[in-house]
């Protein structure tokens, strides 16, 4: 059975740091592209960033391109998103997911269809 | 970035009685080379995580009922209940996966009337 458990959400003051995990078992993690989507209170659904099987080429929204690195340690199944200069408007949950298929990238773009969801973790931006 | 939206904001169906969404893109996600649409639609119950339901706009994911249907080529494309059961009130999201970043429309909600 997958399962994508995140952690590492909380409150963090604006202009502060905070790292997200994302622990998935129940499948080949070292295949697949991971993807992190994120969801403000009462809203609806945004992508945030893709990191490729293997690591070596991610992609990031424009909205956290800069600020946002994606990573993963394959050898102990674990996503990341270490999120910097944090602002009111990242306050979200946001979810770690799997990409259906593998192999959908390329050297510009990637087209992830996010078949496993982790439940989430609410990462709330606040003074 | 591709512009998704999708109508009604909300709608409320009789139990047994067909609901439909519609998702609209703002340029074609119909990759010519293969003849794919590159667009799923995803399931959303409150306080879950979303579900994938259909992906190239039309195939079920696995063990979705086949109350669930997709539609559409191009930049129309239709999500369809036949017959509303009382565990698919929920909210549902289109998404294309056609040129990055993947965008999502934002959302329609399904109600029982």
């Known amino acids: 059975e997958v399962q994508l458990l995140e952690s590492g959400g909380g409150l963090v003051q604006p202009g502060g740091s905070l790292r997200l995990s994302c622990a998935a078992s129940g499948f080949s993690f070292s295949t697949y592209g991971m993807n992190w989507v994120r969801q403000a209170p009462g809203k609806g659904l945004e992508w945030v960033s893709t990191i490729i099987d293997g690591g070596g080429r991610t992609y990031y929204a424009d909205s956290v391109k800069g600020r946002f690195t994606i990573s993963r340690d394959n050898s102990k199944n674990t996503l990341f998103l270490q999120m910097n200069s944090l602002r009111a408007e990242d306050t979200a949950v946001y979810y770690c997911?799997?990409?259906?298929?593998?192999?959908?990238?390329?050297?510009?773009?990637?087209?992830?269809?996010?078949?496993?969801w982790g439940q989430g973790t609410l990462v709330t931006v606040s003074s | 970035d591709i512009v998704m939206t999708q109508s009604p904001d909300s709608l409320a169906v009789s139990l047994g009685e067909r609901a439909t969404i519609n998702c609209k893109s703002s340029q074609s996600v119909l990759y010519r080379s293969n003849n794919n649409n590159y667009l799923a639609w995803y399931q959303q119950k409150p306080g879950q995580p979303p579900k994938l339901l259909i992906y190239w706009a039309s195939t079920r994911y696995s063990g979705v009922p086949d109350r669930f249907s997709g539609g559409g080529s191009g930049t129309d494309f239709t999500l369809t209940i036949s017959s509303l059961q009382a565990e698919d009130v929920a909210v549902y999201y289109c998404?294309?996966?056609?040129?990055?970043?993947?965008?999502f429309g934002p959302g329609t909600k399904v109600d029982i009337k």
């Open positions: 997911a799997k990409d259906f298929r593998k192999n959908s990238y390329d050297s510009s773009s990637c087209y992830p269809i996010f078949d496993y």
């Open positions: 998404q294309q996966y056609y040129s990055t970043p993947a965008t």
